[in-house]
């Protein structure tokens, strides 16, 4: 799975363009997926690896959305930059 994450295609930039990358990691949620090629950036969460069958960490996805509204923002454009990386994992 690291070596599918590594992939970097000269033609893409984007995972998502690209038909030949497998595998996305969303360091914001701490989760990995398979990428579904239909256009747009979503993948299927996955919680164990798709070649060997070890388990994942869980995802982040609930805390994220948790830490997002205790914050008690109108304006999703006022979402403080750590919550735009993994940073805020590393906060709690």
């Known amino acids: 799975m690291a070596k599918a994450l590594e992939f970097e ?3 893409h930039d984007d995972p998502f363009e690209c038909p030949d990358a497998l595998v996305i990691y969303n360091e914001v949620l ?4 398979l990428i579904i090629h239909d ?3 979503s993948y299927l969460l996955i919680d164990c690896c ?3 069958g070890m388990r994942l960490p869980a995802s982040a996805r609930d805390r994220w959305f948790d830490a997002v509204d205790a914050l008690g923002l109108s304006d999703s454009l006022a979402l403080p ?3 735009r990386t993994g940073e805020w994992r590393r906060r709690v």
């Open 81 to 83: 930059a750590a919550y």
């Open 30 to 33: 701490d989760e990995y997926g």
């Open 39 to 41: 256009g747009t950036a």
């Open 50 to 52: 798709p070649w060997c």
């Open 9 to 11: 295609c000269a033609r």
